[in-house]
């Protein structure tokens, strides 16, 4: 799975590593936030939130407007 793949590629490829850790995949869209223990995904445990880069993107924009900045996003 593409999280176990993250996890593995920011540690290194080591035999005597456990990849144990959480994942953060922000999309356009949507974020899941993914639990990884000894290389493997817990599945019932990945929570998604329907706030991502998108949003982030209008976010800051219309931030960026309300202060009467220029804007290049428009």
């Not at 899941?32 to 000894?38: A, F």
Request: hydrophobic share 40%; charged share 15%; with cysteine.
């Amino acid at each position: 799975m593409q999280a176990v793949f993250a996890l593995v590629s920011s540690s290194g490829i080591d035999n005597n590593v456990s990849y144990t850790g959480t994942v953060l995949d922000s999309g356009d869209g949507v974020t899941h936030i993914i639990p990884v223990v000894d290389g493997f995904v817990i599945n019932s445990c990945i929570k998604h939130i329907p706030l991502a880069g998108s949003n982030m993107t209008n976010f800051t924009a219309n931030m960026i407007r309300e202060r009467n900045e220029r804007c290049p996003v428009e």
